[in-house]
């Protein structure tokens, strides 16, 4: 991931350099992921952590060519990258000599150790989109809108306990408890790591100037990617789609 990186904010650095780009911007931003593909909501299900735990800062940067005062075309590079650590919300763990660790029901048993586990999500859009300002780049207040075509690159990482639910086979019946079903607990570092998806984002915002070469800008966007799982056997394509709200600087050559 440092890797590619390192090469987008060399190209960004050298394009202005060519001729190729009119405006320069940063942003800062809030990114509120959907999260709605089943290993999201396997997480949210079983831990203590929340959706709302991965709502999270992104910053951003872009390079704008202006075709005519109406429409340029834009390169946008932003970031999103959150970690969250919880446990098991139901389950509490013991520890068997000879079997291993079990996960049993927090309502009946008090447990020896928590079920911790470590969900991580970090998605880097890369983004070439049509801008449309229809009164034109010269204002007072400047409104505009567009959208386009987006490569996201993206990782997710499981780190620690994992309850087995898939395994039924054991229960617990040792008095005063009736028979109680357990399940065994294994630890698992599994990683979808590197990997590349495309997809689409629209956008609408403004731009205030504040001098003669630079602009304050207001922006809502929204993303659609999904990204194909590998590692993690069984489940959906994983929901890499959100909504931004920024706010940036815009730089006018």
Known sequence: ?????????????????????????VKVGYFFP??????????????????????????????EHFINPYMSFVLAVDTYSKTRSGYYKDWVGYTDPDLGDFAFPSNQFNGDFS??????????????????????????FIPYFGG?????LWNVRMLGDMVDFSDSSYVYSDPPNADVQIYPVAIVDTREQNRISFGYQAFVGV???????????????????????????????????????????????
């Open 207 to 253: 731009m205030v100037p504040v001098g003669q070469r630079m602009t304050v800008e207001g922006e809502f966007k929204y993303n659609y990617a999904k990204g194909k799982m590998e590692n993690f056997q069984g489940f959906q394509d994983f929901d890499l789609r959100g909504f931004q709200l920024s706010v940036g600087l815009n730089y006018w050559f």
């Open 115 to 140: 079920l911790i586990q470590t969900f991580s999500v970090s998605i880097l859009p890369v983004e070439l989109s049509v801008k449309i300002t229809p009164t034109g780049r010269r204002g007072s």
């Open 148 to 152: 386009g075509v987006g490569m996201y």
């Open 1 to 25: 991931m440092k890797k590619y990186i390192l090469l987008l904010v060399a190209a960004l650095i050298v394009l202005p350099t060519l001729g190729f780009s009119d405006t320069f911007s």
């Open 34 to 63: 959907s999260a709605t593909s089943d290993l999201w909501k396997t997480e949210f299900d079983n831990m203590s952590f929340l959706k709302s735990d991965f709502q999270s800062t992104i910053f951003g940067v872009s390079y």
